[in-house]
T-cell receptor, first 114, second 110 residues
Framework: NAGVMQNPRHLVRRRGQEARLRCSPV?????VYWYRQLPEEGLKFMVYLQKENIIDESGMPKERFSAEFPKEGPSILRIQQVVRGDSAAYFC????????????FGSGTRLTVV | EDKVVQSPLSLVVHEGDTVTLNCSYE??????LLWYKQEKKAPTFLFMLTSSGIEKKSGRLSSILDKKELFSILNITATQTGDSAIYLCAVVDNNNDMRFGAGTRLTVKP
């Protein structure tokens, strides 16, 4: 596993459905970060998780959005009752320690809400 | 397979030095290239480049794109310790899919 794996790469959901985005960090990395990118804009921080714990969710909407990083398995970003405004690319990054350096980014999941 | 390669992977300089960071890419249906500075939770957007040969400038930072040779450079003049960060290059294709390079870790010593 050379890098961060995100799937699916593209996800289409109808309004009101649920979207589940998965992120498998670099092997050995226990810190995961989720970002949202709107077209032609920068990356916006959403949530920072360490195994089984949410460390910082200050960038994540309180309603409909949740994230987890279980002891086993990938990190999941879950969006319930999606709306058109949720359409964006969602990127995941991982790091081996609580540091602002050394992040590895995944290729992202593009969510389209129709 | 599409790829974005940054070099060097890390760089240590002294305050006042000028640095050049490189980003080469192989991407189908290229649309734009972006540079970010990462030192906090979220990368800070620096530049977006879409046309060859047109330099973008912001203070001591500047960047240019060469679409024929498929690369971009980011220059920082008169470096300061606050420039220490990881600099990320990302390429966007016509589907708006974005691919990041591994980053260049810049350390500026006093």
């Amino acid at each position: 596993n050379a890098g961060v794996m995100q799937n699916p790469r593209h996800l289409v959901r109808r309004r009101g459905q649920e979207a589940r985005l998965r992120c498998s960090p670099v092997k050995g990395h226990s810190h995961v970060y989720w970002y949202r990118q709107l077209p032609e804009e920068g990356l916006k921080f959403m949530v920072y998780l360490q195994k089984e714990n949410i460390i910082d969710e200050s960038g994540m909407p309180k309603e409909r959005f949740s994230a987890e990083f279980p002891k086993e398995g990938p990190s999941i970003l879950r969006i319930q009752q999606v709306v058109r405004g949720d359409s964006a690319a969602y990127f995941c990054a991982s790091s081996p320690s609580r540091s602002y350096y050394g992040y590895t980014f995944g290729s992202g999941t593009r969510l389209t809400v129709v | 397979e599409d790829k974005v390669v940054q070099s060097p992977l890390s760089l240590v300089v002294h305050e006042g030095d000028t640095v050049t960071l490189n980003c080469s890419y192989e991407v189908t249906n290229f649309r734009s290239l972006l540079w970010y500075k990462q030192e906090k939770k979220a990368p800070t957007f620096l530049f977006m480049l879409t046309s060859s040969g047109i330099e973008k400038k912001s203070g001591r930072l500047s960047s240019i794109l060469d679409k024929k040779e498929l690369f971009s450079i980011l220059n920082i003049t008169a470096t300061q310790t606050g420039d220490s960060a990881i600099y990320l290059c990302a390429v966007v294709d016509n589907n708006n899919d974005m691919r990041f390079g591994a980053g260049t870790r810049l350390t500026v010593k006093p």
